[in-house]
């Protein structure tokens, strides 16, 4: 087994299931001790026992992504697991069907207070400490929405492109200091992501028909995994991975 990241302590938000999930299994199995956080008790009590099945080493802490306190709280814990962070994957968010004419402007707030809000103040308190012990790696969720914005998800993928900016500003203000701040922008991938958003065949899967065979959480996980096992000197700050006929967004 690829022990690469054997002695390191990472954090990963949003990992009761999809992307959050795979990427809190491959941290495991390329030797992290793994922070794992969401707000489903039993998924994350559940995640906890297959890491540890197979050798790994894991705590849960239930935990809302959008809640600035909830956030304090959390790093708090994985502070005192590990006493220090090598990673932090900032991946909890949800998605909103549509632009800004059709989509719902109920969830408009929530969907910035998780998106951007919650994952810049996650950001800020990471690089703070990383800053501290002179390195590590802070890898936010963007999206091909926020990197190409497309009408059916328009508002969501505003919430991307402003945090995929706030990422990039975090970059040039803690590089120096031996800290990595990456981006990656997953195109479609396969999970409950798009029921929760509201994308149904007639708003969504009708159209990405004709790209083929989705990504899979494994292979946005693998992608985040090979970010963070880079030499020191070597910063992939910036990633878009889409399946092969996505031709857009």
Excluded at 144 to 163: D, E, L, Q, R, T
Excluded at 196 to 201: E, I, K, L, M, T
Aim: aromatic fraction near 6%; hydrophobic fraction near 40%; charge should be neutral.
């Amino acid at each position: 087994m690829n022990q690469s990241l054997k002695d390191k302590f990472a954090l990963v938000t949003g990992a009761s299931s999809g992307i959050g999930k795979a990427v809190a299994l491959h941290l495991a199995e390329l030797g992290a001790s793994v922070t794992i956080s969401a707000r489903r008790d039993e998924k994350l009590a559940d995640l906890v026992k297959t890491i540890q099945s197979v050798g790994g080493q894991a705590q849960a802490v239930k935990s809302d992504a959008g809640n600035t306190g909830q956030i304090d709280d959390l790093f708090a814990k994985c502070l005192s697991w590990g006493r220090r962070l090598d990673a932090v994957v900032v991946n909890a968010g949800r998605g909103l069907a549509g632009g800004v004419l059709n989509s719902d402007e109920n969830a408009w707030e929530e969907i910035y207070r998780l998106n951007v809000l919650g994952a810049a103040h996650l950001m800020r308190i990471s690089a703070q400490h990383m800053v501290e012990q002179k390195g590590g790696d802070i890898v936010v969720l963007g999206s091909v929405s926020g990197h190409n914005i497309s009408p059916y998800s328009g508002f969501y993928g505003s919430s991307k492109w402003a945090i995929t900016a706030a990422a990039e500003s975090l970059r040039r203000e803690v590089c120096s200091h031996g800290v990595r701040v990456s981006t990656i922008m997953p195109g479609v991938v396969q999970s409950e992501f798009q029921e929760v958003a509201g994308y149904n065949f007639e708003n969504f899967s009708k159209s990405a028909q004709r790209f083929g065979k989705c990504l899979e959480p494994a292979d946005v996980a693998r992608a985040i995994g090979f970010i963070i096992t880079q030499p020191a000197h070597v910063h992939i700050n910036e990633l878009v991975i889409r399946p092969t006929g996505e031709d857009y967004p």
